[in-house]
């Protein structure tokens, strides 16, 4: 089975602090993905990666940054958190470029003070 | 960027009941899919549908890829309390500047009643 490993299921920063999601897949995926999911939105992507040290933004990067050293590694990673970075933060994983399969893992729920 | 507009938002029915859902879009897509998302855990793929006209079923769930390529819907036959989570339909633009994005639709939470 794919297994997509989240470092932290829940989390509490103060504003300004910097703060790393770690996301690990197992199934040498090419592609892997950050989604922010709030009540109502859906699942909105902040960046996306093809490939190793590949990235590109999604639609909503301001305020994150992402880095892919390893291929089964991708990190989200907030500069200075702030409260309306308060969410849900889910990463996935899939095997290529045009498959809608993806893998989630069981996301990381960020609380900003 | 693309936007799906997915309803309703939110569904209570008793056990038994029938369910239907639907999503459109101003963008046509390749392929259309349906997730679940469980509490506590991320969405997970129920059925994927790649021809415009598409009926595909999987158990009591039945999807359909409209003709236009703008819309598709959900059906959930005698719903059972395990069907309690959020339902989320996704579009995919395969190749070109978009390299394969998934855009998701708002989410439908359903809760089901014994």
């Known amino acids: 089975d794919v297994k997509v490993t989240q470092s932290s299921r829940y989390l509490v920063k103060r504003t300004g602090e910097k703060v790393f999601l770690e996301c690990v897949q197992d199934?040498?995926?090419?592609?892997m993905f950050w989604y922010r999911q709030d009540p109502g939105l859906g699942l909105r992507l902040i960046y996306f990666s093809y490939d190793v040290k590949m990235k590109e933004k999604g639609d909503i990067p301001e305020g994150y940054s992402v880095s892919r050293e390893k291929k089964e590694r991708f990190s989200l990673i907030l500069e200075s958190a702030s409260t309306n970075q308060t969410s849900m933060y889910l990463c996935?994983?899939?095997?290529?470029?045009?498959?809608?399969?993806?893998?989630f893992g069981e996301g990381s729920r960020l609380t900003v003070l | 960027g693309q936007q799906l507009n997915q309803s309703p938002q939110s569904m209570f029915i008793q056990e038994g009941e029938d369910v239907s859902m639907n999503c459109t879009s101003s963008?046509?897509?390749?392929?259309w899919l349906w997730y679940k998302q469980e509490p506590g855990e991320g969405p997970v793929l129920l059925i994927a549908?790649?021809?415009?006209?598409e009926l595909t079923s999987n158990g009591r769930l039945t999807a359909q890829f409209g003709i236009t390529r703008k819309d598709s819907f959900l059906n959930i036959s005698a719903s059972i309390p395990s069907d309690v989570g959020i339902y989320f339909c996704?579009?995919?633009?395969?190749?070109?500047?978009?390299?394969?994005?998934?855009?998701f639709g708002q989410g439908t939470i359903l809760t089901v009643h014994p």
């Open positions: 996704a579009g995919l633009i395969a190749g070109g500047t978009s390299y394969g994005k998934l855009t």
């Open positions: 549908l790649y021809k415009a006209g």
């Open positions: 963008s046509i897509f390749n392929t």
């Open positions: 996935a994983s899939r095997t290529g470029a045009n498959t809608g399969e993806l893998f």
């Open positions: 199934m040498d995926h090419e592609n």
